[in-house]
C-alpha cells in the first residue's frame, strides 16, 4: 500500500494542502481537483471539521488520494486512518509518530529540513519526506544541497511552505523532489466561500507546468 500511495504522490508531483472548516465543502473541492487532473489533497488536521472532511472525501470521491496533514500525535494518526485517510504528512519528525504510523500500515511523510533530522527519519525507514517550511529554511536552493550527502539513502523531499507559481520551477526541476505542497491552489477562503472555479483553475495550471517537466 505505501509504495502504491507513493507512486500515485509522485505521479501527481502536486499535493494541494487544504484547511476546510465546513465538511460540506470537502466533496465539493476533491471532485473539483479530481476533474482538473489533480486527485489528491492533504487535509491539514487544524480545523474542527478536517476529520469528517477526510471521512466524506474517501467515501464519496473514488480514486481520489486524501491525506491528513500536520499530524503532531500518535492519537491523531489513529483518528485519521479512521476516518479512512490514504496518507499521513506531519512538519516535524519524531520515533512515536513514525512508530504509530508503523503500527497502523499508513503511508507516513515526516517532517525534516537539517541533516540531523533528516538521519533520524532514515534510521525509521523514512525515505519520503517534507521540508517544511521550505522556503524559510532555504528553499529549492537548500533541497539541491541535500542532494549529494544523502543520494545512497535515497532520500527524496516534498517541499512545502511558501511555495507558489512563481518558485515552482526551480522545485520541479530538482530530481530529489517527489511531490510538492500546495497551499496556493485552494486557499481556505476560496473553499469556504465555494469559490472552485478559482481553485480548479489553479489546479489545472498547476497540472500543466508539472506535465512541463514530463511528469
Given at each position: 500500500?505505501?509504495g ?25 473541492l ?9 486527485p489528491v ?8 471539521a478536517?476529520?469528517?472532511a477526510?471521512?466524506?472525501i474517501?467515501?464519496e ?12 500525535t ?13 496518507f ?17 500500515g ?29 522556503e ?20 527524496r523531499f516534498?517541499?512545502?511552505?511558501g511555495?507558489?507559481?512563481s ?28 469559490r472552485?472555479?478559482?481553485i ?9 507546468t ?6
Amino acid at each position: 500500500m505505501s509504495g502504491s500511495v507513493l507512486e500515485r504522490l509522485t505521479l501527481a508531483r502536486i499535493a494541494p494542502v487544504v484547511e476546510i472548516t465546513d465538511a460540506r465543502r470537502g466533496v465539493e473541492l476533491a471532485q473539483t481537483l479530481a476533474a482538473a487532473g489533480l486527485p489528491v489533497a492533504e487535509v491539514t488536521l487544524r480545523t474542527p471539521a478536517a476529520l469528517e472532511a477526510i471521512r466524506a472525501i474517501a467515501a464519496e470521491v473514488p480514486g481520489f488520494l486524501v491525506g491528513a496533514g500536520t499530524l503532531l500525535t500518535p492519537a491523531q494518526i489513529d483518528d485519521a486512518v479512521e476516518a479512512g485517510v490514504h496518507f499521513g504528512v506531519s512538519p516535524g519528525f519524531t520515533p512515536a509518530l513514525s512508530d504509530a504510523a508503523t503500527a497502523v500500515g499508513l503511508p507516513f511523510v515526516p517532517g525534516a529540513v537539517t541533516s540531523t533530522e533528516i538521519l533520524a527519519a532514515a534510521e525509521r525507514g523514512h525515505t519520503h519526506l517534507k521540508f517544511f517550511p521550505a522556503e524559510p529554511s532555504g528553499g529549492s536552493a537548500a533541497v539541491a544541497a541535500f542532494a549529494a550527502p544523502f543520494a545512497s539513502l535515497g532520500i527524496r523531499f516534498m517541499p512545502t511552505g511558501g511555495v507558489r507559481p512563481s518558485n515552482l520551477d526551480a522545485y520541479l526541476a530538482l530530481p530529489t523532489v517527489f511531490a510538492i505542497g500546495g497551499t496556493w491552489i485552494a486557499p481556505r477562503d476560496q473553499i469556504t466561500e465555494g469559490r472552485f472555479d478559482e481553485i480548479g483553475a489553479a489546479a489545472r495550471t498547476a497540472v500543466a507546468t508539472v506535465a512541463a517537466y514530463g511528469a
